[in-house]
């Protein structure tokens, strides 16, 4: 198996991150965002092809919770494809020709180090809170979005739990602060997590239809259609709220109120057979069918915008 077919130790994707700026000068930078609770370094990396000026973007993060793998896998599997395939798939080259994409492979690197050592199960980021003996907050329970309603939980020994405030954790607040800084240029916003195999899109801490919930509904169908007929998988889609259940402080929720229209979250494979310890030749398959996704879903936004 290649590189990409394999899941990676966090020590592995830093390495990954300085050889993939190196090998690629001038179309790739590493972009600091900020630093975890253990003080690991939180990068982006910014693929930009060509220097048109009022160019737009798009953002992709991964990992924001540890155990979901093959989320960091499908961010290093983008990057990869987006440099290799430039000029020879049409597709991926309309899209870098009008936006610049953000991919931030690790989310939440002290977590993600957590599954690799202490406990593959392991979700939230590792902080401590002043008042008990719990570790760690649900990093897509801490954002401003209808912060800590039902849905999540103010316990910090559960999986949910949102933290002390909106944006306690270091890791939300690297994120977001980037976002408010570049949100407009910033179109589109991609989560990836797993499992379950859904498209979702805004929102989740409430019922309501977002202003432009028939757009985003269309765009999330088109992509599960493609995918049942290019890779015969099923991928339900709809708002969070109404499709999985009703969850607050979502990063997904949080850019789309910042501005950000088009944001989506993915969960990735399988349906449950594996859960979240989706063996590593299910990598390709399962990045392929979700890069599909990306680009009718970029397309879309490219056309609409
Ligand atoms: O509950 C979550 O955070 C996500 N599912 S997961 O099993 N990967 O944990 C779904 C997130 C959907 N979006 C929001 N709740 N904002
Ligand atoms: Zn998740």
């Known amino acids: 198996s290649t590189f990409y077919e394999r899941y990676h130790s966090l020590e592995d994707i830093y390495y990954w991150i300085n050889r993939t700026t190196q090998d690629n000068p001038g179309t790739v930078k590493a972009i600091l965002l900020g630093s975890s609770y253990e003080k ?9 092809l060509n220097n048109r000026p009022n160019k737009k973007a798009m953002w992709i993060d991964c990992g924001i919770h540890a155990r979901e793998w093959i989320s960091p896998a499908f961010c290093l599997w983008f990057v990869q494809y987006s440099l290799s395939f430039y000029r020879i798939n049409h ?3 309309q899209i870098l020709d009008n936006m610049d994409v953000y991919v931030l492979p690790v989310f939440n690197p002290d977590g993600y180090r957590y599954t690799w050592t202490n406990n593959r199960m392991w979700r939230k980021n590792r902080s401590y809170s002043k008042d008990s003996w719990c570790i760690g907050v649900d990093l897509n329970r801490n954002f401003d979005a209808n912060w800590c309603t039902e849905g999540a939980s103010s316990d910090p020994c559960t999986e949910i739990y949102c933290g002390a405030f909106p944006e306690s954790e270091p890791e939300s607040q690297a994120v977001a602060n980037f976002l408010r800084s570049h949100k407009d240029t910033i179109q589109l916003y991609l989560t990836i997590h797993s499992y379950s ?3 979702l899109f805004p929102y989740s801490y409430t019922y309501d239809q977002a202003e432009n919930h028939n757009d985003l509904l269309e765009m999330a169908q088109e992509a599960a259609q493609q995918i049942r007929r290019h890779y015969r998988n099923t ?3 709809g708002a969070g709220a109404q499709t999985i259940y009703l969850a607050p402080g979502g ?3 949080w850019a789309y109120n910042l501005g950000i229209k088009y944001s989506f979250t993915f969960e990735l494979q399988d349906q449950g057979r594996y859960g979240f ?9 399962a990045c392929n069918e979700a890069l599909l ?3 009718i879903i970029a397309l879309k936004v490219i056309e609409k915008t």
């Open 293 to 295: 996704a990306v680009k």
């Open 235 to 237: 991928y339900k889609y």
């Open 40 to 48: 690991r370094p939180i990068y982006a990396l910014k693929i930009s």
């Open 91 to 93: 597709d991926i080259t």
């Open 251 to 253: 990063s997904d929720d």
């Open 277 to 285: 310890l989706l063996p590593p030749s299910h990598i390709s398959k």
């Open 197 to 199: 195999q859904m498209l």
